[in-house]
Structures are given as structure tokens and as C-alpha cells.
């Protein structure tokens, strides 16, 4: 069983940055594939960007050239780097781990509860 905690979350301008950091618990997260995803107000939730256990990333479109994912490896943790923040990123984000080693945007075994990040105006 693996407990993911997100943390990170919060309040930013328009145009800010945000690093956003999930740990896991109870096993190390280096032989999952690690995803982020998030839930806008009135939304379903959507995928924004997933590791593989060998380090290949993917990002939907909407993110690309503005967030990273990265692993922490001393940390144990997984990273969400969200700069040049627009309004549209606002929702609550939640981290997924994938028992599949490979790179993927859906079959996601475990969640966290969720981080809320605001970008204001």
C-alpha cells in the first residue's frame, strides 16, 4: 500500500510560480509511474503531467513549456515545478502513483488527498 501526501499548494499571482512536492509513505516511489492531476471548480479532474520510473515525462499541452516533473530521489518525493502561472490553473491537485513502471495518463493505483492551488488575478 502506498500513502501520497501533496503539499505545496497555495495562493499565487497571476504570472507566479508554485513548486508543488508529493511524498509517499510506506514504499519508495522510485519503481512507480508518478503522476499529477487536477480538478478546476465545476471540472472533471484532468491529467497534467506523469514520470516514468526511468525519468521519460509527459505533459498535456496546456502545461507544456511552463511545468516540470521531476523526482527528488534524496527526498523520496515528486516534484511539480508550475511557473508562469495562468487563472486556468486553478484546482485542486492531486498526486497518483501507477504501479506500471511505464509512462501513463490513466490506471493510476493510488491518490492523494490533494493540494488546492489559486492563481489570482
Known amino acids: 500500500q502506498v500513502q501520497l501526501v501533496e503539499s505545496g499548494g497555495g495562493l499565487v499571482q497571476d504570472g507566479g510560480s508554485l513548486r508543488l512536492s508529493c511524498a509517499g509513505s510506506g514504499r519508495t516511489l522510485e519503481t512507480y509511474s508518478m503522476g499529477w492531476f487536477r480538478q478546476a471548480p465545476g471540472k472533471e479532474r484532468e491529467f497534467v503531467a506523469a514520470i516514468s520510473a526511468s525519468g521519460y515525462t509527459d505533459y498535456v499541452d496546456s502545461v507544456k513549456g511552463r511545468f516540470t516533473i521531476a523526482r527528488d530521489s534524496a527526498k523520496a518525493t515528486v516534484l511539480l515545478q508550475m511557473n508562469t502561472m495562468k487563472l486556468e490553473d486553478t484546482g485542486v491537485y492531486y498526486c497518483?502513483?501507477?504501479?506500471?513502471?511505464?509512462?501513463?495518463?490513466?490506471?493510476?493505483?493510488?491518490w492523494g488527498q490533494g493540494t488546492q492551488v489559486t492563481v489570482s488575478s
Open positions: 497518483a502513483a501507477s504501479s506500471t513502471p511505464y509512462i501513463t495518463r490513466d490506471g493510476y493505483d493510488y
